[in-house]
């Protein structure tokens, strides 16, 4: 498995925007995925992408939010434009070799994870 290491979180006033990166070494997962959890809440899918060519988005984050990879930097980035306060949440991304097509959002699906970054919004 590759190791996957979130950064970028951070604490943000409503409508402003941050950026999370996802690091890979070891290996080049071909889907990548970024879910969150909130507090008292299931793990949930916000966006993945397989071979950068298809891209999946929750319904709550199509239009603000942005998933991309850098393959020369094996990295991923969730773009978060926009931000409101339901988008306060642990943010994990998520790497594998298949692709789950409609099924991308489910969780258990995903065979490697790191450790999540915190974004907090605030009115």
């Known amino acids: 498995q590759a190791l996957l290491v979130e950064s970028g979180g951070g604490s943000v006033q409503a409508g402003g925007s941050l950026r999370l990166s996802c690091a890979a070494s070891?290996?080049?997962?071909?889907?990548m995925a970024w879910f969150r959890q909130a507090p008292g809440k299931e793990r949930e899918g916000v966006a993945a992408?397989?071979?950068?060519?298809?891209?999946h988005y929750a319904d709550s984050v199509k239009g603000r939010f942005t998933i991309s990879r850098d393959y020369a930097k094996n990295t991923t980035y969730l773009q978060m434009n926009n931000l409101k306060p339901e988008d306060t949440a642990m943010y994990f991304c998520?790497?594998?070799?298949?692709?789950?097509?409609?099924?991308?959002?489910?969780?258990?699906?995903?065979?490697?994870w790191g450790q999540g970054t915190q974004v907090t919004v605030s009115l």
């Open positions: 070891g290996l080049t997962y071909t889907s």
């Open positions: 998520a790497g594998d070799w298949s692709w789950y097509g409609d099924s991308w959002y489910e969780p258990a699906k995903w065979n490697s």
């Open positions: 992408t397989y071979y950068s060519s298809t891209t």
